[in-house]
């Protein structure tokens, strides 16, 4: 369980989001099965999972488009129970993101501002605010039309903003762009986290995305969690004996053969299609000690160097969360 | 946004103090109103259906006027026909947008950010709502100046208008909200539109049912309860056959019920639940199935009865008796040549020659085509008075009768009178006597502005057309197009 931890600054933040034993069944079928989490201010949470895990029932669950068969979350200390005042506090970039594509981009903000409660004036300016924060002021007046899925994902971040949200629900935000535009998104994304202070919750298929800007993490498989905490607790769960290594494609075989002839060392596997990239298993008996494990992967090393192989990437700490991701949900299907 | 700069501190310090402060007074299904106002008549979908409608109704109050030219039909019935257009057309529209509100924003994947606000369902769906109505006061709008010109100032005008705008606000509003029920509880446009387009069809389609369809008891029970129907019925015996608001107020009980449950129903029942993903939140499959069986039990009663009552069997029997008192019939015209349009008057002399008082008598006019290979002549609508009855003539009493003849279509023909003995009991019957003959030669006549309708006709489509660019010129100008796709 994520439990409390140091605000922007430095005070015991109480948790903005608390999720408590949600549950969501259609009929015999339980598409959530309890889930319970906390999610602090100026954190992003990952929320992981393969397809038809339960991540798009949890969000639209603690977004209040579903309610849930039993359970109960809180959002900035409202119960779900009052879900119009939970929608005041909570902004929403969907996954199928629409827009009326006759309006301009600040047309859209000042009806949303509207919607929430600002007077027009308020909501407009507010709006053009976004647009400069998002980098769309110079496309405020084009219609929406004419925008390219970029720019409408940053629209729909500004979008999400208009009331001031303490938490932010970012469902897929970086489908369909390339690899600039994610990380232009994800750039925005954290900004929002930490410079608001704003709770993120961001669902991803992209688990190196996730890694790279997520404090916590939670994985679900069939409507239920099977592994949370900070990215790096869950990291740590995963596989250690195992160690990545690239080299110069010409001297994979070589390589393979030297490394495979090392003591405590199982089995090496190329892990691409060009096959440059070696997945060595160490053994993992109870004698193979940490220390043993240090031991080996300098040994690997030294032996590659040795035999005059040029070693592109070495990854020496344990898995990814990647492998995580697989190894649990793997684990989960057995 | 060039490469990953994030907005500064400032300006974040700035967004936070900006968010504090807010406060509206306008509620938000105004807010939503005007959006979808701007939505319909900015973005061009409720123009567009109106410049069909007065393209429709220019060419309809064209044709009408060419009839009234040639006083085919009176100027009541040419009103009332426009005003039934504009009905069926207004409807139509109605119903399309009411259809298209909730399930073309779930299809577009807009509904979403609508239901996150914070604002109620009844809200939003009240604010689609009243701008879903607001094509049928345009239509009406555009209408109105039709209805004058067609009524050339009869006395129709008025009770038109008036009428016209009540049945039209109360079937559009009740039109509007069950196309709305459909698009709540539908998760595709494609179904809430076909959904909805039947249930009008079925509606609209026994209007245009011949007379004798409609006169049988289900006919006229169909005639009551649907709706669309009672208003058509209402709006014709009130404008065409001048009968009191008192004599037809049963015919207005169908489409206030018919309002009053889809409004109860959409505001009270479907609002409120307007969920994402659409669909009926009780089992409707029964209720569909049930409801599509109770439309066509209801049609095909309709039909029964409505053929039941054409085969109403005709029996006659041939009499002995036969009635023939000395009587004389003469017309003061022998001949007319005439351009169509035209009315020719004239007077018959009935004379009792016999020593006795006769018994009354019928007076009845018929005009033949002299010409076999001529329209066929429908003695109904060249004179609004075909028949007299005379009272019993004394012993060598003569009557005069006075004549109208309009001219509607152009040929050769003979109008001639029948004098018929009234038999005064079932089983006499009685020889008739014809009249001399008065040749009519009838030249045709065109006007290229019948009714002075054409301005109106042409000026119409061409008014709502400058509309149209004047708001695509206002909305370009709001607008910066800028290059499409650039992703800065």
Redesign the interface.
Known sequence: MIEQSTSLNGAAAEPILVAEQLHKAYGPRAALRNLSFTLQPGHILGFLGPNGAGKTTAIRILTTILEPTSGQFYVGGISSDHPREIRRKIGVLPESLGFAKQMTAIECLTFFGQMYGRSKADAKSYGMELLKAVGLEKRAKSLIGSYSRGMRQRLGIARSLVNDPVVVFFDEPTLGLDPRGQQELLSLVQWVARERNVGVVLCSHDLPEIEEVCDDVVILRNGRIIAQGTVGEVIERGQHNVVRVQVAEQSVATARQVIQALPNVVKVTPITATGDWLLIELASSGEFTKNMEKEVKAQILNTLVRADIAVLSFESEGGRLQDVFFQLTEEEAE | ???????S?K??E???K???????T?P?WW??FG?EM??LW??GKALVLILIYCILVGVISYVLASNSELDLMPANEMVFLTLQTALSVGLLMAIIIGADSLSG?RE?????????????RVQIVLGKYLAAISPWPVTMLITVPYLRVLAGGDVVFGPAVFWGVLMGILLSAAFTAFGMLTSIWSSSNRTSLGISLVVYLLCALPVQFPGTAQTGVMGRWLKTVNPLESVDHFLEKILVNNRTVAEMQNFLWSPIIFAAIVLLLLFVYAAPRLR?DGGVPFNWRFGKQSQALALMLALGAGMWGSSAALAAPMTGERHQEILAPPLEITIDTTHAMVKTGDKVFFETTVTNQDSAESVPLILAMNIINLDSEGDVVDPEDWSPERTQYLESLGAGESAKQEWELSTILAGDYMVYLVLIPAPGAAEISSQPLTSPGIHVTVERFVSANPGGILPYAIGGPVVVLAAMAGVYWFRRR???????????
């Open positions: 946004m060039n490469d990953t700069t994030l907005p501190a300006q974040t700035m967004l936070s900006r968010a504090a402060s807010s406060g509206s306008v938000t807010v939503v959006r701007a939505d900015l973005g924003e577009r994947a807009t509904l979403e950010a609508l239901l996150l606000t914070p604002t109620s994402l709001g607008v910066d197009m800028g290059d499409e796709n650039d992703d800065m």
